[in-house]
């Protein structure tokens, strides 16, 4: 007769107690047989996961591993279930000694619990002829909610599911799973499951451009007293992170409860750039949403970031000068670089010099003018990490008005304890508040949706290629308001005070200009300084471009349906390529909307659209304009050679949608019958093609018949305000394009 022993299993992340609590904990690894099941069970059924290590083998009969899972309701009595498992075997390949390796057993089964009341559900594993020396015993419970679950208000149901969700898939950043033991105390209390709660929580806002709610991790402090406004922080991770980062840091011991303030983590991207529009708009929904739910403070909103979030910090605060009091940029990455280059040309090309101006942070670093920044590294990091950050820090020194704080730490590139404590940074920003109306102002523009600070707003730049420049000082005593300006074409200006002269570009006028009656809406007047589009004129959208900003919207990506076939196969797959972000979007489906053309809908049409077309689509979706322009060509010493010519079997142009006003549409043009895959030239992040209105790639023949194209760009572009290939000419970029205010 075999003996058999039960195994009892613990996943249970949560703990159900009030004192103190472990907030995170080192993912579990795999000795014995475990169970990976949801902690809690909302719906009617539960999927449960059995594993076993590799050593398990010895139990197998066939190559398989046969037991039950046996469920026990822990009040109700009568509900008991008993489901029989199968583990089979699981491989991976070592490519160094070219043999299958077995890694462990896996099985599943599904427990239908639609009837069964709220409760704990004790789980038991069954397998005959175990050895009970051998296999450890845990233990685990799962609970029923489905009842409470649905007593929690409709307003707040679907944000509340998203945390469940997270607790039930065991999601954790690297080695770190959060425990979550608030979920337990917003049980108790599921009319208002998040008031009072302290320490963790997982927040969710509806994500426009995704469609759907996207969490964040948010911590409120115990000593942090919510009935007045609270500071708040808004922290960026570093590459290959996401909005779980925090917990990495408070596993490592971070003092999150010294110089409290609430810290959102947010994190809706892996890779991309801060200034990517999926990045930027998640930060901005994160502080928004945040301050809807809690009474935060808004004039001390604050952002930190490392490595891509050091970057991430100063671009984000350049580009919104207005929303935060001080930053903190640590070990930021990117900085390294000449230029942040956006194409790989010639240096006689004068459009991509221009173009990499305009994507430089240096270029926007008088816009931090009224904010204070700490530049922090460390001494054992790369060296050119060490030396970039200095640099950095030092051209912050010289531009900005205001205080700027550089040092180094003995560590590497990640700053933590016991070198670097956090708290310091949250201590040094708290003596600080956001500056509401200055006399002077300094703003740098390379987007139109980001040309506002404080009184000034800029409407239009002359050439969208270059960065437009104003310096607006306004002088209370004289009543006089003095503006230098370059590259704008119209801006509007609210002074602090009663203006009775303008001096423009050294030409004084008189004005009679009030403010408003109500101090918080100012009278604006706007001054025009060169011939500039109307709105919606035909021309160029009011946001200017370029490609990234068919990201600042919802975004389908459609492919034409009119030629054969094997066309149609090419273009679909080559869709499916662009729409999939699985490498970078965080939370949720990574593939955006595939649609054929004669499938798209009126609503569809509204939003953005990435088209991928063949070359005979072009005059029937393009017309006959000049899209593409004569290009240099280093290889005709010198002569310029038209786009088609250039080797170029796939072509990109950005033009305003012919459905939705300030709506763009990115039609991508692609020869042959051989799917493009656009990811390869990190098609869904900022540093390659996000500055330009249009490209030319190159796809080298793949070496074997079932490989895909993986594209490079061969040359780059922008358009004019009226939609026109911008000059291709040489040209020198000069200091005052880049750090001069």
Excluded at 234 to 255: C, K, P, Q, T, V
Excluded at 453 to 459: D, G, L
Excluded at 683 to 698: E, G, K, N, S, V
Aim: aromatic share 10%.
């Amino acid at each position: 007769m075999q003996q058999g022993i039960v195994l009892v299993v613990c996943l249970l992340l949560v703990t159900v107690g009030w004192g103190q609590e472990t907030q995170v904990r080192l993912a579990p690894g795999l000795s014995g047989f475990t169970f990976t099941l949801p902690s809690w069970v909302y719906q009617p059924t539960a999927t449960i996961t059995v594993d076993a290590p590799a050593k398990a083998e010895a139990l197998a009969k066939d190559k398989v591993i046969t037991g039950t899972v046996e469920l026990r309701h822990s009040t109700a009595t009568e509900r008991q279930l008993s489901l029989s498992v199968r583990l089979t075997p699981e491989y991976w390949d070592d490519k160094e000694k070219g043999t299958h390796v077995l890694s462990r057993w896996h099985g599943t089964v599904c427990a239908n619990l639609g009837d069964w009341p709220d409760g704990d559900v004790a789980i038991e594993l069954r397998i005959p002829g175990a050895d009970a020396a051998t296999w450890p015993l845990p233990i685990t419970t799962l609970h029923l909610v489905r009842g409470t679950v649905a007593r929690i208000p409709v307003a707040t149901r679907a944000e509340f599911c998203v945390w469940l969700d997270h607790a039930n898939d065991h999601v954790g950043f690297w080695a770190w799973q959060p425990t979550w033991p608030n979920i337990a105390r917003a049980f108790t209390q599921p009319d208002h499951p998040y008031d009072g709660l302290r320490g963790f929580v997982l927040r969710s806002y509806p994500q426009p451009q995704l469609r759907r709610l996207q969490p964040y991790t948010l911590y409120i402090p115990e000593a942090l007293d919510l009935t007045k406004p609270a500071p708040l922080l808004i922290l960026l991770h570093g590459s290959g992170g996401n909005y779980l980062n925090i917990f990495g840091d408070y596993g490592a011991g971070e003092r999150l409860e010294q110089s409290p303030m609430l810290i959102a983590n947010a994190g809706m991207l892996r890779e991309s750039d801060f200034r990517h529009p999926f990045t930027l708009s998640d930060v901005i929904g994160v502080l928004d949403d945040v301050s809807r739910k809690y009474h935060v403070d808004p004039d001390r909103v604050y952002l930190q970031g490392i490595s891509l979030g050091g970057r991430g910090s100063l671009d984000l605060a350049a580009l919104l000068p207005d929303r935060f009091a001080a930053i903190s940029a640590q070990s930021p990455f990117g900085l390294d670089r000449a230029t942040w280059e956006p194409v790989l040309m010639s240096e006689d090309d004068g459009t991509a010099l221009r173009l990499k101006v305009k994507n430089d942070v240096r270029t926007l670093l008088p816009n931090l003018t009224r904010t204070p920044v700490e530049v922090l590294y460390g001494y054992q990091d790369h060296a050119r990490f060490v030396a970039a950050a200095r640099t950095v820090g030092a051209l912050l020194k010289d531009t900005l008005k205001t205080d700027v704080v550089i040092k180094g730490f003995n560590c590497g590139h990640n700053l933590s304890l016991p070198d670097y404590d956090w708290a310091t940074t949250r201590a040094w920003m708290l003596k600080y508040t956001k500056q509401h109306q200055p006399n002077e102002v300094r703003l740098r523009v390379t987007n139109l949706r980001f040309g506002v600070s404080a009184w000034v707003h800029v409407q239009a730049l002359a050439d969208y290629s270059r960065v437009g420049r104003i310096y607006a000082q306004y002088r209370p005593e004289t009543k006089t308001l003095m503006l230098v300006t370059a590259n704008v074409a119209t801006a509007t200006y609210a002074p602090p005070g009663d203006v009775q002269k303008v001096v423009l570009n050294g030409t004084s006028f008189s004005v009679n200009w009030k403010p408003s009656l109500n101090p918080l809406c100012q009278r604006a007047e706007t001054l025009t300084t060169s011939n500039a589009p109307t709105p919606h004129d035909g021309k160029r959208p009011g946001l200017s471009g370029p490609i990234w900003d068919l990201w600042s919207r919802p975004v389908n990506y459609v492919y034409a349906t009119t030629g054969t076939a094997k066309e149609q196969a090419c273009l679909k797959q080559s869709a499916e390529n662009a729409a999939n972000w699985q490498d970078d979007i965080a939370y949720g489906d990574p593939h955006l909307p595939v649609v054929a053309e004669n499938a798209l809908t009126a609503a569809q049409k509204q939003e953005n659209l990435v088209y991928f077309i063949t070359p005979a689509d072009v005059p029937r979706l393009l017309g006959h304009a000049a899209i593409w322009p004569l290009v240099y060509n280093k290889r005709q010493a010198g002569g310029m050679t038209p786009a088609a010519y250039l080797d170029a079997d796939v072509r990109v142009a950005l033009r305003p949608s012919q459905w939705a006003v300030d709506g763009y549409i990115l039609y991508v043009v692609v020869a042959g019958q051989r799917p493009v895959n656009l990811q390869a030239i990190n098609w869904d992040q900022w540093d390659l093609p996000a500055a330009t209105d249009w490209l030319l790639l190159r796809t080298p023949a793949p070496t074997a018949p079932e490989e895909q194209r993986v594209a490079t760009i061969t040359a780059a572009g922008v358009y004019d305000n009226h939609w026109r290939p911008a000059a291709w000419a040489p040209f020198t970029v000069t200091t005052d394009e880049t750090v001069v205010p």
